[in-house]
């Protein structure tokens, strides 16, 4: 069974940085696409970044140009920089692994939580006014 172990978050104020980390157990993590879902309070979770085995990446319009997601295969770790945080940013967040898939997916598998098949703990993130 993958399991997913999460770092980083906290509180900031609108307009700082934080940097969540995501290492895997996987064996095969590169054979994988990893994703990074967001859930605020009182919402569903929804899809922030997204990159594949192949390394296309792919983002949610609402953090396109602020987020980057990058992942390390010899480290088996993904990562997500947020930068000009905003106080929508805040929420639940979770990264997530997909089964093993084909070298190149379409951005809706990676934006489906249905293509994932583990998840982190989930790690807080609040960004204040």
């Known amino acids: 069974q993958v399991q997913l172990l999460q770092s980083g978050g906290g509180v900031v104020q609108a307009g700082d940085s934080l940097r969540l980390g995501c290492a895997s157990s996987q064996r095969t993590f590169s054979d994988v696409g990893m994703g990074w879902f967001r859930q605020a309070p009182g919402k569903e979770r929804e899809f922030v970044a997204g990159i594949s085995r192949s390394g296309e990446i792919y983002y949610a319009d609402s953090v396109q140009d602020r987020f980057t997601i990058s992942r390390d295969n010899a480290q088996k770790t993904v990562s997500l920089q947020m930068n000009s945080l905003k106080p929508d940013d805040t929420g639940v967040y979770y990264c997530?692994?997909?089964?093993?898939?084909?070298?190149?997916?379409?951005?809706?598998?990676?934006?489906?939580?249905?293509?994932?098949?583990?998840w982190g703990q989930g790690t807080q993130v609040t960004v204040s006014s």
């Open positions: 997530g692994a997909t089964r093993r898939t084909a070298y190149y997916v379409p951005r809706r598998y990676l934006m489906d939580q249905k293509s994932y098949e583990a």
